[in-house]
């Protein structure tokens, strides 16, 4: 997909333009200091990753076999303790998963499924599948 940027440079080379209006708007940088930190008072710790695990069994059913819940509990519980993104999160399957009886397991990262909305796929669905 072509940026807007690569839009206007193109009208450039076709000389509709004389210059990119672009390259004259001055960005502000961001003025706040990084420390490199993590700021624990906005960080979920664990015993607030568990109680929202727990809140989520509550969620009513959705779909046909009801288990929304299980769906989001197992989706919290990836982006925080194995920190996924969202995106791939949704995007792992049963068969991607190695969960042993006891201690730590492995999850394969096979796909990526980020939501850009209906409109900007071109299957028409709300998730891309991606590599």
């Known amino acids: 997909m072509l940026s807007f940027y ?3 440079q193109y009208a450039v080379e076709l000389k509709l333009l004389d210059f990119n209006p ?3 708007l001055r960005v502000q940088s ?4 990084l420390s490199g930190e ?3 008072r906005v960080v979920v710790n664990v015993r607030q990753a568990r109680e929202l695990l727990i809140g989520v069994t509550y969620v009513g059913q959705r779909g046909k076999d009801g288990r929304r819940g299980e769906r989001l509990v197992a989706f ?3 982006l925080y303790f194995a920190a996924l993104r969202p995106s791939e999160a949704l995007g792992l399957r049963e068969r991607d998963c190695h969960l042993p009886a006891k201690g730590w397991g492995l999850l394969t990262l096979e796909k990526s499924r980020p939501v850009v909305g209906k409109r900007y796929t071109d299957s028409g669905e709300v998730h891309d599948d991606r590599g």
């Open 76 to 78: 919290y519980a990836c």
């Open 38 to 40: 993590v700021d624990r």
């Open 6 to 8: 690569n839009v206007l």
């Open 22 to 24: 672009v390259d004259k």
């Open 30 to 33: 961001s003025r706040r200091k």
